[in-house]
T-cell receptor
Framework: KQEVTQIPAALSVPEGENLVLNCSFT??????LQWFRQDPGKGLTSLLL?????REQTSGRLNASLDKSSGRSTLYIAASQPGDSATYLC?????????????FGTGTRLLVSP | GAVVSQHPSWVICKSGTSVKIECRSL??????MFWYRQFPKKSLMLMAT?????????EQGVEKDKFLINHASLTLSTLTVTSAHPEDSSFYIC?????????????FGPGTRLTVL
């Protein structure tokens, strides 16, 4: 059974810092991995999607990497801003449960202080 | 585009009552919708997958008689929590897949917070 873990569970940084969020998954048989952002009491917003054949994806100040063989992904946020404060979730699409299903990680709660 | 709404955004009910939550795709047709449950400070757990016009597929451990899912049209899916109890209190989120887009793209609703007294 696929399990997804995120470290750290919570992170507090001052504005302007670069930071890295970690995601690990137990089964490398995935179709792709996706990073989401969730604001308190809200739904999810997709940030980046990395196909299993890719190594990284970039969008603005965000960069996500994927090392499928070791079961790891990182989300790098450059020059953090207070508006980045949210919970960040990673999720994988396992091969054996259908391409549509997402298995979510435990999340990292990020607080960026002014 | 690709907006998913949920109604209500929050609901408080007495134990033993049934609660219906609606999930709508506002500007696209959703052949598949997903229902998730999220406990405080926990991740999302997939409860069931519903395809328009057919029965929902429930994940292991989810009681289908407890959580009734109906996907009667390409833009609407409903989740009914029957005979709700305090342990059913949670944040319920739906997502929808646009039939015209890649299966990778699931659009999430804003969630419904259910509190059972």
């Amino acid at each position: 059974k696929q399990e997804v873990t995120q470290i750290p569970a919570a992170l507090s940084v001052p504005e302007g810092e670069n930071l890295v969020l970690n995601c690990s998954f137990t089964d490398s048989a995935i179709y792709n991995l996706q990073w989401f952002r969730q604001d308190p009491g809200k739904g999810l917003t997709s940030l980046l999607l990395i196909q299993s054949s890719q190594r990284e994806q970039t969008s603005g100040r965000l960069n996500a990497s994927l090392d499928k063989s070791s079961g790891r992904s990182t989300l790098y946020i450059a020059a953090s801003q207070p508006g980045d404060s949210a919970t960040y979730l990673c999720a994988v699409r396992p091969w054996d449960t259908g391409f549509q299903k997402l298995v979510f990680g435990t999340g990292t709660r990020l607080l960026v202080s002014p | 585009g690709a907006v998913v709404s949920q109604h209500p955004s929050w609901v408080i009910c007495k134990s033993g009552t049934s609660v219906k939550i609606e999930c709508r795709s506002l500007d696209f047709q959703a052949t598949t919708m997903f229902w998730y449950r999220q406990f405080p400070k926990k991740s999302l757990m997939l409860m069931a997958t519903s395809n328009e016009g057919s029965k929902a597929t429930y994940e292991q451990g989810v009681e289908k008689d407890k959580f009734l899912i109906n996907h009667a049209s390409l833009t609407l899916s409903t989740l009914t929590v029957t005979s709700a109890h305090p342990e059913d209190s949670s944040f319920y989120i739906c997502s929808a897949r646009d039939r015209e887009r890649s299966y990778n793209e699931q659009f999430f609703g804003p969630g419904t917070r259910l509190t059972v007294l």
